[in-house]
């Protein structure tokens, strides 16, 4: 799986605080995913994690599709099998909506506890599954 590394998480804001290159579209999907996450009471750890998931995904594209075109959106949620089922298009590729979707069924609901947990003890994110923009960040 890689070596883990361990990210620094700096004072101010989560996306402030990464200072890789990213276009101000991602720069502005970034900040639609702490904005969302934040108003739902995860932690600056919590949010990096969602943004460097969010980046792995689609790299913070909201229009990004994959599967197939089953899979749509920020994180990438999956129609007809995962968080996105029963979702038009149109609802996946909203960054709100998409944010608020993934924060709904997966990383609030009791599936998400091992998210939360892992992050919350500052878990390691093996660098295989990072591009090179994010390794700048840790």
């Known amino acids: 799986l890689g070596e883990p590394v361990?990210?620094?998480?700096r004072p101010g804001g989560v996306v402030e605080a990464i200072t890789m290159r990213l276009s101000s579209a991602q720069k502005n999907a970034a900040a639609v995913i702490e904005r969302e996450m934040a108003m739902a009471g995860l932690s600056a750890s919590e949010i990096a994690a969602a943004?460097?998931?969010?980046y792995a995904e689609s790299r913070l594209n909201p229009d990004a599709v994959g599967d197939g075109g089953h899979s749509i959106g920020l994180f990438q949620l999956n129609h007809p099998w995962g968080a996105g089922k029963d979702?038009?298009?149109q609802a996946r590729r909203d960054p709100v909506i998409n944010?608020?979707?993934i924060l709904k069924r997966e990383v609030l609901s009791r599936g998400g506890r091992n998210f939360r947990q892992a992050a919350a003890n500052g878990a390691s994110i093996p660098v295989k599954f990072l591009s090179s923009p994010f390794r700048a960040f840790l």
């Open 6 to 9: 361990r990210a620094k998480i």
């Open 51 to 54: 943004i460097v998931n969010a």
């Open 87 to 89: 979702m038009s298009v």
């Open 99 to 101: 944010t608020q979707t």
